[in-house]
């Protein structure tokens, strides 16, 4: 950006001036990468390089945008809608890189620099939504489209960006459009608030043990591991369990000291409730309570009703009608899952009742004692980089690609490992980078982003996908590698599908590309490749004992079968808890004055029947999915896909597990076209048909 210097300003002005005029220049985000298919490169980009970047982002995009309103032809597809979809490539390409690493790899001052972006972004993203001149021009196209003879994918290009600027307050007055700004400048801003608070609430927990008497029950390598982690803590000599997962559920499992499992359970539950300087009630209630005003401001009853107008459920009444049949099914059988383990105190002596954070270590006991299998038997078979390629391998047999290590990529962390996929005839597809394990600077969970979209297919300017797949796996200890569990088994899987919907789109339009669906679609490509996990000859192509290299036995293999639907009570109803509480806060239709968060839970699932021994899977206070991720009204997509999944792998199941055909159908008709189609009528092209609950009820033994 050039700078115009007035000779007699202040010589500090002048130097000031310079210096970002080099700061400019040397800021790799205003060139292209010199690097392997345009990857970011990591080796270059500074923090200091974000702010400039996103400020001339946002002043490119304007005049972009401007461009675009103030153009006196006639308002077309190509110089309206197309040029639209186009605009703010630097923005684009800035965000993707910070935002990223604002999740995997955090720190103070990027915590701080998101703080003080969030408003200029909202602005920016409001003067868009807001522009009355360009949304003329798109409302002249709106309604001249079938003069227009679009494509199939222009035409839902047109349609949902019309409708976008419908529901970004295009339509609205001048007094609402102003009220619709400060709502979204506040609602960004408390949204950014809650996961800060989570992510250091989540940090600040820590169990430590001294008395080795205390770690009776648990697994030596579980043991290793949390000495290991006291060591990271300077506290060698001790033992140290964690809020993450890896660390938690083992002790949850196998530790024999109860009021040890309570301890270390109830942190993680009332995370963000504990009235200190991370506690999240106002925050959300905040949230909530801006979410209805919003919803009630653009003409709709509640937030929910303004979510699911874009998603294929629709309405509210469609979501709980699903929940509902499906709390119907599970909750029985919750029931009965937990009088087996009461059963199973009594007999041991136990003069107490079954509580929550009893729940994990009983039916281990009873899985042991049922089938004859312990979780802690499959762990040598799944070493993390043998699950991976086991996924690779999936993914060859299926769609006939390849993934090739690239060691000359550069890297956001030592921990990445970064791959090349590409077709048969070595094609590149895209660039896949992996981040698998904790840090204290990752927030919690799994999760797929992209920090290079595909568009343009087809096109002399195609830009292929880049990738990331960010989890929270086991580390490894000492010279031991990271053995996963079951469930992390099933997370790599799951989020390997979310990178192959976005690896294999073939579309146009960046708005449409990859995993631009809607919520409650976005699932199915990442749910349906866990259904391969654990299937016989799935396990024989990857399930190799780290030390011997030997195939994982058969009668393991049968234990696994033979348990598959074991517990599912307790993980559906523990999932449609939450899912339902989601909903019950985004139905509500006015703001609730001094709303107490734990009351209006705690009410809720009592009312629903959730018995005490389960908490739903995400109380209020750390639900992140729906407080400051993109999945308010929408955590119930994970069911609503689970039906699309089962049902889906049954075409597998009804010709062959690695069935090409079946593959290419599955990969043209859904991964390849974004969001470019209805995604029922893409499920139906692919299937037939259209979808059952049966499949899912069956899978997880709630019906016969």
């Known amino acids: 950006m050039k700078k115009i210097i007035i000779p007699f300003l202040a010589l500090g002005l002048f130097v000031s001036s310079c210096q970002e005029k080099k700061q400019t220049t040397d800021n790799p985000f205003f060139s292209e990468y010199n690097t392997p298919h345009q990857t970011p490169d990591f080796s270059k980009i500074k923090f200091e390089h974000y702010e400039p970047a996103f400020m001339e982002g946002i002043k490119q995009g304007r005049a972009e945008i401007d461009a675009i309103a103030n153009n006196s032809q006639e308002a077309t597809f190509e110089n309206t809608i197309e040029a639209l979809d186009k605009a703010g490539a630097l923005l684009g390409k800035v965000s993707d890189v910070y935002y990223n690493l604002s999740g995997s790899d955090t720190n103070e001052q990027i915590q701080a620099l998101s703080k003080k972006l969030s408003p200029e972004l909202t602005k920016y993203s409001s003067d868009i939504n807001l522009n009355e001149k360009l949304f ?44 619709l700004r400060e709502l979204d400048t506040e609602l960004s801003l408390l949204s950014l608030q809650f996961g800060e608070n ?21 697994p030596e390598s579980v043991i290793a591991a949390a000495a290991e982690t006291a060591k990271a803590k300077n506290k060698a000599g001790k ?28 942190g993680y539950v009332n995370r963000c409730n504990n009235n200190n300087a991370n506690d999240n009630k106002k925050v ?70 079954l509580a929550s954070w009893d729940w994990w270590y009983y039916a281990e006991k009873v899985k042991k004692a049922k089938y004859n299998l312990d979780e802690e038997e499959l762990r040598p078979y799944f070493e993390i980089n043998n699950v991976r390629d086991g996924a690779f391998k999936l993914a060859e047999k299926l769609y006939g690609i390849k993934f090739v290590q690239r060691n000359d990529i550069s890297k956001y962390n030592e921990a990445v490992q970064t791959w090349e996929l590409q077709e048969a005839d070595g094609t590149h597809i895209g660039i896949f980078y992996l981040d698998y394990h904790p ?20 096109e002399k300017d195609a830009v292929s996908p880049i990738i990331v797949n960010v989890c929270n796996f086991t580390k ?22 979310h990178a192959l919907h976005g690896f294999f789109s073939r579309c146009k339009y960046n708005t449409l590309s990859g ?98 021994e389960i908490y739903s899977r995400y109380r209020s206070t750390y639900f992140a999915h729906i407080f400051s991720g993109g999945y308010s009204s929408g955590y119930y997509a994970y ?34 076209n974004g969001g470019t189609e209805d995604p029922m009528v893409l499920y139906q092209r692919f299937r037939g048909k259209k979808p059952s609950e049966d499949a899912l009820l069956r899978k997880r033994g709630l019906i016969k």
């Open 515 to 612: 995993t631009s669906v809607s919520r409650d679609f976005v699932e199915l490509p990442s749910q349906v490749m866990e259904n391969w996990c654990l299937e016989p000859e799935m396990l024989a192509l990857y399930a190799k004992h780290y030390k011997t290299g030997e195939i994982i036995p058969n009668e393991l293999v049968k234990k696994v079968q033979n348990a598959g639907k074991f517990n599912q009570g307790f993980g559906t109803v523990e999932y449609l808890a939450a899912s339902l509480l989601d909903m019950k806060y985004h139905t509500l239709t006015e703001p609730i004055e001094n709303l107490d968060v734990e009351k209006f839970e705690a009410d809720y699932l009592k009312s629903i029947g959730l018995i005490p």
């Open 239 to 266: 033992w140290v369990f964690t809020l993450d997962k890896p660390s938690m559920i083992p002790f949850l499992q196998y530790a024999d000291n109860r009021d040890l499992r309570k301890k270390i359970y109830m």
């Open 284 to 353: 959300l209630s905040k949230i909530v309570n801006l979410r209805i005003e919003r919803a009630n401001l653009m003409g709709y009853k509640s937030h929910a009703d303004y979510i699911l107008e874009n998603n294929m459920a629709k309405t509210p009444d469609q979501v709980f009608a699903l929940l509902n049949k499906l709390w119907n099914a599970a909750l029985p059988n919750a029931k009965k899952e937990a009088a087996e383990m009461q059963k199973l105190i009594n007999k041991e002596g136990g003069k107490f009742k």
């Open 136 to 179: 003329k021009r798109i409302k002249s196209v709106y309604e001249k489209q079938d003069k227009l003879n679009l494509t199939t994918e222009q035409k839902t290009l047109l349609d949902k960006t019309y409708k976008s600027f419908v529901r970004g307050g295009a339509d609205l007055d001048a007094d609402k459009k102003a009220k």
């Open 476 to 497: 490894p200890i000492g010279d031991k590698p990271a053995l996963l569990s079951v469930d992390e088994v099933e997370t790599l899987f799951h989020e390997f599908g």
């Open 198 to 218: 989570l992510l250091a609430d989540n940090n600040a927990f820590e169990l430590v043990i001294d008395n080795k008497k205390d770690l009776a029950g648990l």
């Open 439 to 458: 840090r204290s600077s990752k927030r919690g969970g799994a999760w797929m982003n992209s920090f290079r979209k595909q568009r343009n297919w087809g």
């Open 639 to 672: 069911i609503w896909a689970g039906v699309l999944d089962s049902d889906a792998f049954q075409a597998f199941k009804e010709t062959s597990l690695f069935n090409k055909e079946t593959a290419a159908k599955f990969r043209n008709n859904v991964l390849s």
